[in-house]
Each structure stands twice: as C-alpha cells, then as structure tokens.
C-alpha cells in the first residue's frame, strides 16, 4: 500500500492559489459571486458576512454549487496529475532501432498488434507462435514495444511444451 503523507496548510494554499485562477475563469457563476469569498484558511468559499439578508438563500445555492465545483475541479486536477506519473510504454520505430535478438516484443504491423521474438532467420526479423510452432510475421513491421505485460496463467499451456519446435530449429541449425 503506498502511504502518502498529508500535504501541509501552506503546500494546500500554494495549491489553492494556482487553481483559483483556473477556476474561476472556467466554472465560476460571475452573477453570484459577489455572495461569496475564498477562505484560505478552510480552503472553500464562504458566504459573505456583510451580505444582506434578503439574499441568503440564494447565497447559500451558490455557496453549495461553488464549493462542490471546487472540489470536483481539485480531484480532477490530482487525478490529472498522478496519470501523468504512470509510465505510458512508447512505440519505437524499427528505423530508429530494433529489439535484441531472442527479445519477446510487442510489433505493430497493418494495423495489428501481436507479440513476437525477434529473430533475424525469419523473414522481417520477427516470429510468433502459431498452433504449430513459430511462423514469421509479416514482413511489414513499423513500430515496436517491450513486452511489459504477464500472460495470465491459463495461457502458459501454449508456450510450455515447444520440444517440437526446439528439435525443428536444432535440426535447422546442424543443416546450416
């Protein structure tokens, strides 16, 4: 479980003061807002002490659709910002560079992705498992990726027993 610790008073007033702005300008209901004032200290609009008492219901309808715009903005934005930290796997072009040999790889090809091990004896370099063994894939490969990704157990059958296919490619090889 990752603890995060609780940002301070100032930290969430930094905060508070960079997002206003942003707010604001793209939420904010410019015919009430003379019912409301941020409070830095709570962190959410107040409703104003001075305000006449004719106005108070519709003071506090703002106050409730302000302050629960707020927050909605302030989640939003955290969200935003830890998507940004999770790492996003990049396709590489094969012209910039290739996989090691006998490297596992995600190939983009004719708008298909498929796993593959490079393999320099197949044509376009790349191979892939099929029901009988390996074949090549096509030859016509933009983009790669590592493999970043486990196969749910269920799946290992199709890679556990390949004795057939290791005697095919000995046998390649001693013809070589």
């Given amino acids: 479980m990752d603890i995060q610790k609780k940002p ?25 807002s003379e019912f409301l004032v ?7 609009y107040v409703v104003k002490d001075d ?14 659709r302000v302050n629960t715009g707020w927050a909605m903005w302030k989640k939003a934005i955290v969200f935003c910002h830890d998507a940004q930290k999770v790492a996003v796997p990049e396709w590489i ?3 910039e560079r290739m996989p090691n040999e006998g490297d596992e790889v995600l190939v983009h090809h004719y708008g298909h992705v498929v796993q593959a091990t490079k393999d320099k ?3 376009g370099g790349f191979k892939q498992r ?14 790669w990726m590592p493999k970043n990704i486990e196969l749910p157990e269920s799946f290992h059958f199709y890679y556990e027993n390949d004795a057939k296919q290791k005697a095919i490619e000995a046998q390649e090889q001693n013809n070589a």
């Fill in 130 to 143: 099929n029901c009988y063994g390996w074949e090549a894939v096509s030859s016509y490969i933009s983009h």
């Fill in 51 to 64: 305000l006449d008492p004719i106005y108070e219901d519709d003071a506090n309808d703002t106050f409730h």
């Fill in 93 to 95: 072009s094969i012209t």
């Fill in 38 to 44: 941020f409070d830095m200290e709570q962190g959410n």
């Fill in 121 to 123: 004896k197949y044509s």
């Fill in 8 to 32: 301070t008073l100032a930290e969430k007033q930094a905060f508070w003061a960079e997002q206003l702005p942003n707010f604001e300008a793209n939420y904010w209901l410019s015919d009430r």
